[in-house]
């Protein structure tokens, strides 16, 4: 794996994030069988986001404020997904349960569904004056798991809430309460509870750590106590292990291009995680859900400098 040093900050006049130069976006896949990793495609012009795994064997990502699918054999090239109405969206969108749509969260920060038939979209969340970020479908499909910004005040960000929302936009509700912040929420299979990282139960700014909490907001329960930062829990279709993404030590939010590790847990002991790699990443690397549907396999994307890699680089 190679971090070259960061590129200095450059001002951008578009609502999504870029490539830096020199730097590559690869959407791969991790073979849950052989432990194998195959790179499905490469693209030095436009930087991939966030996979999520369709029923039919195509993934869904976000580009250029669009989204895009791709077969996960990787036999054709990013096709631009056609939402007429749509506005930028980001890397959080999570698929309908019956496999018809998409949950997107967009530049408006508000959540819309996007039908594969070509529908009109629509949105689903109404203009009460915060920011919404999706992260998780109920596994029947009725109940949407945002991270909720209330802008009032200072620091909002360190306020962020869990909340759940009807598909149809109605009874919005609290599942988390303390300030946290808490984020990345996402329901294990059987719908009994939702995985989160929260920073609730550390006393260090951007220790963020996994938990799981009760679709009401009962019974939260930390699951990581390590010194790392964790991210994104994303549990198999089999309910049997989950993945997330560590950052080092010290790290404030998620950000991008960091050295960062894919963790490997079994869900009835998350405090003996595997490391499946380490690569270059963070934001836009494993953000939602990208489990294939029979748990074979998970998607993931890295962001490395390909010129900067040592030759014995496993991940090259």
Same mark, same amino acid.
């Given at each position: 794996?190679?971090t070259?040093?960061?590129?200095?900050?450059?001002?951008s006049?578009?609502?999504?994030?870029?490539?830096?130069?020199g730097?590559?976006?690869?959407?791969?896949?991790?073979?849950?069988?052989?432990?194998?990793?195959?790179?499905?495609?490469?693209?030095a012009?436009?930087l991939?986001?966030?996979?999520?795994?369709?029923?039919?064997?195509?993934?869904?990502?976000?580009?250029?404020?669009?989204?895009?699918?791709?077969?996960?054999?990787?036999?054709?090239?990013?096709?631009?997904?056609?939402?007429?109405g749509?506005?930028?969206?980001?890397?959080?969108?999570?698929?309908?349960?019956?496999?018809?749509?998409?949950?997107?969260?967009?530049?408006?920060?508000?959540?819309?569904? @996007?039908?594969? !038939? +070509?529908?009109?979209?629509?949105?689903? %969340?109404?203009?009460?004056? /915060?920011?919404? *970020?999706? #992260?998780?479908?109920?596994?029947?499909?009725?109940?949407?798991?945002?991270?909720?910004?209330?802008?009032?005040?200072?620091?909002?960000?360190?306020?962020?809430?869990?909340?759940?929302?009807?598909?149809?936009?109605?009874?919005?509700?609290?599942?988390?309460?303390?300030?946290?912040?808490?984020?990345?929420?996402?329901?294990?299979?059987?719908?009994?509870?939702?995985?989160?990282?929260?920073?609730?139960?550390?006393?260090?700014?951007?220790?963020?750590?996994?938990?799981? @909490?009760?679709? !009401? +907001?009962?019974?939260i329960?930390?699951l %990581?106590?390590d010194?790392? /930062?964790?991210? *994104?829990? #994303?549990?198999?279709?089999?309910?049997?292990?989950?993945?997330?993404?560590?950052?080092?030590?010290?790290t404030?939010?998620?950000?991008?291009?960091?050295?960062?590790?894919?963790?490997?847990v079994d869900?009835d002991?998350?405090?003996?995680?595997?490391?499946?790699l380490?690569?270059?990443?963070?934001?836009?690397?494993?953000?939602?859900?990208?489990?294939?549907?029979?748990?074979?396999?998970?998607a993931?994307?890295?962001?490395?400098?390909?010129?900067?890699?040592?030759?014995?680089?496993?991940?090259?």
């Open positions: 794996m190679s070259p040093p960061a590129p200095s900050p450059q001002p006049t578009v609502p999504w994030r870029t490539l830096a130069a730097q590559v976006s690869r959407i791969r896949v991790w073979e849950r069988g052989s432990g194998e990793i195959r790179t499905v495609h490469v693209s012009e436009r991939f986001e966030a996979p999520n795994w369709r029923a039919d064997g195509l993934l869904l990502v976000n580009a250029e404020g669009a989204l895009w699918t791709l077969p996960s054999d990787g036999s054709q090239d990013p096709q631009r997904l056609d939402a007429p749509l506005p930028p969206v980001n890397n959080d969108h999570v698929l309908a349960p019956d496999g018809a749509g998409v949950f997107a969260s967009a530049s408006d920060h508000h959540i819309w569904h @996007v039908a594969f !038939d +070509g529908s009109p979209v629509h949105r689903v %969340t109404s203009e009460d004056g /915060v920011w919404h *970020f999706l #992260h998780g479908v109920s596994p029947e499909g009725s109940l949407l798991g945002y991270v909720r910004i209330e802008l009032s005040g200072e620091d909002a960000w360190s306020r962020a809430l869990i909340h759940t929302i009807r598909a149809d936009g109605s009874d919005d509700r609290s599942v988390t309460t303390d300030p946290g912040p808490a984020d990345g929420c996402e329901w294990t299979p059987d719908g009994s509870w939702i995985l989160l990282n929260t920073e609730q139960f550390s006393t260090t700014p951007g220790h963020a750590q996994l938990a799981r @909490v009760r679709p !009401d +907001g009962t019974g329960e930390q %990581t106590f010194e790392r /930062v964790n991210w *994104f829990p #994303h549990i198999a279709p089999t309910g049997d292990v989950a993945v997330y993404l560590s950052f080092p030590p010290g404030t939010g998620h950000p991008a291009d960091r050295p960062v590790e894919l963790r490997m869900v002991d998350w405090t003996r995680p595997t490391t499946l380490a690569l270059d990443g963070g934001q836009g690397t494993i953000n939602v859900p990208s489990w294939a549907p029979d748990g074979s396999a998970f993931f994307v890295d962001y490395p400098f390909p010129d900067a890699q040592s030759p014995d680089d496993p991940a090259a």
